[in-house]
């Protein structure tokens, strides 16, 4: 019914950029909070950043600073600016959305991943 797609990802240099987007398509009536998870080999997923559909925002306290999220509303997209990568960033990196379907349900999706590689 609805799905998230992320791109973006890829190789960088530490101290590099990437910006990453997460679009979302389907029977879709409205998106309300977005955000991007992480995951690391060994480690626990964990948020790095979320948005509502109003535009506030909040960040895990590793990527203050360095990392912006953004939202396209009329696309049903999400960005995430990730500036001053470090090697601890590699992760694969997941959005998700909380949709309200034209049936009226509302559930979370979740994209499939892109991998974040930080390393000289």
């Known amino acids: 019914q609805v799905q998230l797609v992320e791109s973006g990802g890829g190789l960088v240099q530490p101290g590099g950029s990437l910006r990453l987007s997460c679009a979302a398509s389907g029977s879709i009536f409205r998106i309300y909070g977005m955000g991007w998870y992480r995951q690391a080999p060994g480690k626990q997923r964990e948020l790095v950043a979320a948005?509502?559909?109003?535009?506030?925002?909040n960040y895990a306290d590793s990527v203050k600073g360095r990392f912006t999220i953004s939202r396209d509303n009329a696309k049903n997209t999400t960005y995430m600016h990730t500036n001053s990568l470090k090697p601890e960033d590699t992760a694969v990196y997941s959005c998700?959305?909380?949709?309200?379907?034209?049936?009226?349900?509302?559930?979370?999706?979740w994209g499939q991943g892109t991998q974040v590689t930080v390393s000289s």
């Open positions: 998700y959305g909380n949709v309200k379907l034209l049936d009226g349900s509302t559930r979370n999706y």
């Open positions: 948005i509502t559909r109003d535009g506030s925002t």
